[in-house]
């Protein structure tokens, strides 16, 4: 079992349509919860991060989290075909390292 | 405010080789992780160095090895190289420990094609 894990996808939904992320990670000590968004060719970058249970806005996204269910979302609404990217969930687990889950590919199509 | 720079971008070596990349942080930085992106395993964590210091090491065999200096710029080597290494090398800099802010910032990568 990966200590985070993501469905690789590809996820396709429409333009304006809200893109739904999902993570979830085993180490249940881990505090910390990130979301990169990598372009084709390009390097991951930051995009959200969130420590508490609960829901987090930023803009057009949210990040939910549950610790009980070991379980992070990120919420993606009124969706952008330049919102097409691979998104990256990260967790910081206990033992001090930042793990990446695989990724989730999103198409947005115009 | 420059990026991180890592050199070289591209590079091909053969089996048994060894290789050394470099990573220059973001000015005033002084956490380097560096991690290995494949397609089938995407990101994985190999170690991450903080004022000179390993202070996490992923799951990597000891070919892999790393360092980072004085000045926070950092190096990481792999030695006998096999076919298997072939992967996009990516370091990342932060402020303060990655764990801390989570906000990493990555150089555009070092991709190594092992023949």
């Known amino acids: 079992q990966k200590e985070v894990e993501q469905n690789s996808g590809p996820l396709s939904v429409p333009e304006g349509a809200i893109a739904s992320l999902n993570c979830t990670y085993s180490d249940r000590g881990s505090q910390s919860f990130f979301w990169y968004r990598q372009y084709s060719g390009k390097s991951p970058e930051l995009i959200m991060f969130?420590?508490?249970?609960g829901d987090k806005e930023d803009g057009r996204f949210t990040a939910q989290l549950n610790k009980a269910s070991q379980y992070v979302s990120l919420l993606i609404r009124d969706s952008q075909p330049s919102d097409s990217a691979t998104y990256l969930c990260?967790?910081?687990?206990?033992?001090?390292?930042?793990?990446f889950g695989q990724g989730t590919e999103l198409s947005v199509k115009p | 405010k420059a990026g991180v720079t890592q050199t070289p971008r591209y590079l091909i070596k053969t089996r048994g080789q060894q290789v050394t990349l470099s990573c220059s942080p973001i000015?005033?930085?002084?956490?380097v992780s560096w991690y290995q992106q494949t397609p089938g395993q995407g990101l994985q964590f190999l170690f991450e160095y903080f004022s000179e210091t390993q202070r996490n090491k992923g799951n990597f065999p000891g070919r892999f090895s790393g360092r980072q200096f004085s000045n926070s710029r950092s190096e990481m080597n792999v030695s006998t190289l096999e076919l298997g290494d072939s992967a996009l090398y990516l370091c990342a800099s932060s402020l303060i420990l990655a764990g801390d802010t989570g906000e990493l910032f990555f150089g555009e990568g070092s991709r190594l094609t092992v023949l």
């Open positions: 990260a967790v910081y687990n206990q033992g001090g390292k930042l793990i």
């Open positions: 969130i420590y508490s249970n």
């Open positions: 000015s005033g930085h002084r956490s």
